[in-house]
Antibody, heavy 113, light 114 residues
Framework: EVQLVQSGPEVKKPGESLRISCKAS????????IRWVRQMPGKGLEWMGI????????KYSPSFQGQVTISADKSIDTAYLQWTNLTASDTAMYFC??????WGQGTLVTVSS | DIVMTQFPDSLAVSLGERATIRCRSS????????????LAWYQQKPGQPPKLLIY???TRESGVPDRFSGSVSGTDFTLTISSLQAEDVAVYYC??????????FGQGTKVEIK
């Protein structure tokens, strides 16, 4: 079964750093792009960026360029989304997705002092 | 970038009645290589990831009830729920995947029971 399993909810303070993960199983990780999508509370879906795990080719939405880092470790079939300086506006649910039909369950990130 | 404009923002429909959601793209999503429109429709319920309903603008995903259908006319796309059921209460999104690898979503339409 093709599956993406994301890491658990996080509660952080402003200024802290964070890395969340998305572990793939049931397919060849290096053959498919992995996307990250943000959903702020009560809002819609926003495409953040994408990575090709085979060579770590990464592309970002202009809205997120410089704000987050997307990476992947093909030795453990896992993609990551990382922040170095969280702010309250990063509070959101974050989804990884392989394609239109394969999504992770989401990771809720809460940033609050 | 391709902009997706979805409407209405919300919709209240009686059980058993038809619900219609529309989405317009800022450019054609029809790829000449395969004559397919790169447009998907999703259903999202609270606390869950989006669930794929329709792809290629009108192809129903496996397991999706046939009361859900998609159609296209140029750059105008429509999702129709022919007979609304209680379990269809959700937010629905259109999404273009023509601009691969970039995705763009519509703003979402909240469907409720009248």
């Amino acid at each position: 079964e093709v599956q993406l399993v994301q890491s658990g909810p996080e509660v952080k303070k402003p200024g802290e750093s964070l890395r969340i993960s998305c572990k793939a199983s049931g397919y060849t990780f290096t053959n498919y792009w992995i996307r990250w999508v943000r959903q702020m509370p009560g809002k819609g879906l926003e495409w953040m960026g994408i990575i090709y795990p085979a060579d770590s080719d990464t592309k970002y939405s202009p809205s997120f360029q410089g704000q987050v880092t997307i990476s992947a470790d093909k030795s453990i079939d896992t993609a990551y989304l990382q922040w170095t300086n969280l702010t309250a506006s990063d509070t959101a649910m974050y989804f990884c997705a392989r394609d239109e039909r394969t999504w992770g369950q989401g990771t809720l990130v809460t940033v609050s002092s | 970038d391709i902009v997706m404009t979805q409407f209405p923002d919300s919709l209240a429909v009686s059980l058993g009645e038809r619900a219609t959601i529309r989405c317009r793209s800022s450019q054609s999503l029809l790829h000449s290589s395969n004559n397919k429109n790169y447009l998907a429709w999703y259903q999202q319920k609270p606390g869950q990831p989006p669930k794929l309903l329709i792809y290629w603008a009108s192809t129903r995903e496996s397991g999706v009830p046939d009361r859900f259908s998609g159609s296209v006319s140029g750059t105008d796309f429509t999702l129709t729920i022919s007979s609304l059921q209680a379990e269809d209460v959700a937010v629905y999104y259109c999404q273009q995947y023509y601009g691969i690898p970039r995705w763009t979503f519509g703003q979402g339409t909240k469907v409720e029971i009248k």
